[in-house]
């Protein structure tokens, strides 16, 4: 089923990066990456991404 989530704040309350990653490592909604089963790339998978041109 698809969903759409709204995320409404008072614009002078805006978070900045820092805020935001610590509420996304809270949320229970990601504890499903806590699992072994779920760390299927190491270090050396993939090329690093460089977006500067």
Not at 23 to 49: H, M, V
């Amino acid at each position: 089923m698809q969903v759409r989530v709204l995320v409404l704040y008072p614009l002078s309350e805006e978070w900045g990066e820092q805020e935001w990653l610590q509420a996304a490592a809270r949320n229970p909604a990601f504890a499903f990456l806590s699992d072994p089963k779920e760390d299927i790339y190491t270090l050396a998978d993939g090329e690093p991404f460089d977006d500067e041109v």
